[in-house]
């Protein structure tokens, strides 16, 4: 590594270790949880370093549910964007691609939309994700009202090809479901994602690889229980909408696992995987549970990673993706306060393993 790019990955990383301290405590999460409504929750984040400034605009005492989660939402992409106004080559390339994944969430908005029937305006471009240096139209995709104004409005980006023929099934009344076009965009976008790793050099791969590997390994692992227990699919159409990258499981224990018959015989064969504990079968049949369980295992993973390296890009990479986590965590908790959930068992099903922890697992 040359010095330049060793000194670019140190201060970024020491800058990343910085911002360890935006991230809520254990406590603050419970506080979360316990608040009396989203104002009161707005009202509690607003203290707090890491939010006080991306809450700034909100009218406290009056904050409604979806001008809050909005509000969240963008931290992860902004702070995303702030590194990579710092980062060169490669390691700028990946952030960029990463953040990239968002795109996708909002086409998904949209296409549900239209899928639905929905009259309602548009949610906006306020309301969508602000995807750094995104080649998408957002003002002309929020506007679309048919799937063929979807493709219309992608075009000249990645997402435009891939999305020709499932799109063109939708228009044409051929499918009624999204499966095939979300199945496009998470294809185009991992793939993408992919591409970017193999461009950094080694240094940065050794820790960044290895996360994104299992992360990809679960994507499939995850496609597999849906399309075969869920969707009832055959294993070959199945095999078709899998990520290329594998890490840790082969292609043929891949495909065995696409021919399971029940949850449980798929539950275990996983146990003798580093993913046994993900599809355990107490989470068979719980989705709520399976997914907590799916971003908890990355949670730990990423903290891990930060906790037992010096500052690095492996540090930019693994506080944005942990930033992202508490984000869909609070998310979560603002709709089990919002509903009166019990807060214990909603602690249950958040990222962050709140209550069999006690200090941060990144310290």
Not at 180 to 202: H, P, Q, S
């Amino acid at each position: 590594m040359r010095l330049a790019s060793k000194g670019e990955s140190i201060s970024c990383g020491v800058k990343a270790r910085v911002m360890l301290s935006n991230l809520l405590g254990d406590q603050d999460l419970w506080e979360v949880l316990n608040a009396d409504g989203v104002d009161d929750i707005a009202q509690r984040l607003s203290h707090h370093e890491g939010y006080r400034d991306h809450l700034s605009k909100l009218p406290m005492g009056e904050v409604h549910r979806q001008d809050l989660e909005s509000a969240l939402k963008h931290i992860p992409l902004s702070e995303t964007g702030d590194f990579i106004g710092r980062l060169t080559g490669p390691r700028r390339d990946l952030l960029v691609h990463w953040g990239w994944r968002k795109d996708g969430d909002n086409i998904k908005s949209v296409l549900r939309r239209i899928l639905w029937g929905r009259r309602d305006p548009s949610p906006g471009v306020e309301r969508m994700f602000q995807v750094p240096l995104s080649r998408v139209r957002l003002e002309v995709l929020v506007s679309a009202s048919t799937f063929q104004e979807v493709l219309e409005a992608l075009k000249g980006t990645c997402y435009h090809q891939p999305l020709r023929q499932p799109l063109q099934r939708l228009q044409e009344g051929e499918v009624r479901d999204l499966f095939n076009a979300e199945m496009a965009l998470d294809l185009t976008t991992e793939g993408n994602l992919y591409k970017a790793l193999g461009r950094l050099d080694r240094d940065d791969r050794r820790h960044i690889g290895p996360l994104l590997g299992e992360r990809w390994d679960l994507f499939n692992l995850y496609t597999i229980y849906r399309g075969r227990f869920i969707l009832s699919m055959g294993a070959e159409e199945i095999m078709g909408q899998l990520l290329p990258h594998r890490h840790r499981l082969q292609l043929g224990f891949l495909r065995a696992l696409a021919k399971a018959e029940r949850p449980s015989s798929f539950a275990e064969e996983l146990q003798r995987t580093p993913y046994g504990h993900v599809f355990n079968p107490k989470v068979m049949g719980d989705d709520m549970g399976l997914e907590r369980n799916l971003k908890r295992h990355l949670f730990i993973k990423a903290a891990g990673i930060l906790r037992r390296t010096p500052p690095s890009f492996g540090s930019v990479f693994c506080y944005i993706y942990i930033r992202e986590l508490e984000v869909e965590d609070l998310i979560t908790a603002i709709e089990d306060v919002r509903y009166d959930y019990d807060r214990r068992s909603a602690a249950l099903y958040l990222s962050r393993p709140l209550i069999a922890r006690g200090d941060s697992l990144w310290q």
